[in-house]
């Protein structure tokens, strides 16, 4: 992985993007963990959109004693997005975290939940969006994973499905 991509394809959609620099948004998304909220797992995870200006949108997860309530760093940043107006300009996520019964060095993934909310996101964007997860103690590229979100919800139920 060089750190840099250019275009993605799911289901028909096909589009030419700027480049990403992958570890620029994961570098984000580090910064973004350093905001989550999380006092009961010490699960913390930061999340990162990069937008086709350049600019970044950022979430970090939110824990609630209800653990039910509690948001995840990628639903924050995906409702951050649309509540901003800019999803259909996003290009990637990055997400980063790390848990203190992890192993060190395992780049996590967005859960079940999250990766539903990153299909209905692609069709927001038009296009495929590349979902790159790194441990959060990594800097840089080091350990980091990308994904396709067809990939990580393969048979996914979206706007064709109703």
């Known amino acids: ?52 200006d350049g600019t970044v949108v950022r979430g970090a997860n939110v824990e609630n004693a209800s653990y039910g309530l509690s948001l995840c760093a990628e639903a924050v940043a995906l409702a951050s997005a649309h509540a901003s107006g800019v999803m259909g300009r996003a290009l990637a996520l990055a997400v980063v975290g790390d848990s203190a019964s992890a192993p060190s060095g395992v780049a996590v993934t967005p859960c079940g939940r999250c990766r539903q909310m990153l299909v209905e996101a692609e069709h927001v964007a038009g296009r495929a969006l590349a979902i790159h997860s790194a441990p959060a103690s990594a800097s840089g590229l080091e350990g980091a994973v990308r994904h396709a979100v067809a990939d990580l919800l393969p048979h996914a139920f979206g706007p064709g499905n109703l």
């Open 1 to 52: 992985m060089d750190g840099r991509e250019a275009s993605g394809e799911r289901r028909g959609m096909t589009a030419a993007v700027p480049a990403v620099d992958v570890a620029a948004l994961l570098e984000e998304a580090r910064t973004a963990r350093g905001h989550a909220y999380a006092p009961y797992s010490g699960f913390t995870v930061g999340a990162a959109i990069a937008l086709d």
